[in-house]
């Protein structure tokens, strides 16, 4: 259980020193820009949650989560992948 405790914490700063990079804030003068920068967001989860998926799985508490996590990395991989 700890091991996921470190996994999501780890997201989290990711999240916040992504957002501190990111504080060059534009101005989404646009809906372009908006959607720019919402799509920009999206796709930063998805790696973020790539990355944590094999450990989530490594430190889950039950059979049954760690299979859940497991069977889903895959999916996300490829769809994440084929965004690349």
């Given at each position: 259980?700890?091991?996921?405790?470190?996994?999501?914490?780890?997201?989290q700063?990711?999240?916040?020193?992504?957002?501190?990079?990111?504080?060059?804030?534009?101005?989404?003068?646009?809906l372009?820009?908006?959607?720019?920068?919402?799509?920009?967001?999206?796709?930063?989860?998805?790696?973020?949650?790539?990355?944590?998926?094999?450990?989530?799985?490594?430190?889950?508490?039950?059979?049954?989560?760690?299979?859940?996590?497991?069977?889903?990395?895959?999916?996300?991989?490829?769809?994440?992948?084929?965004?690349?």
């Amino acid at each position: 259980m700890p091991a996921l405790k470190n996994a999501l914490h780890q997201i989290q700063i990711d999240y916040k020193t992504l957002n501190k990079n990111e504080k060059r804030i534009m101005k989404l003068d646009t809906l372009q820009k908006l959607y720019t920068n919402e799509l920009r967001d999206l796709y930063n989860a998805e790696h973020q949650l790539l990355k944590a998926l094999p450990k989530m799985a490594k430190a889950a508490s039950s059979e049954e989560l760690k299979g859940a996590f497991e069977k889903h990395l895959p999916c996300y991989e490829r769809t994440y992948r084929g965004r690349i």
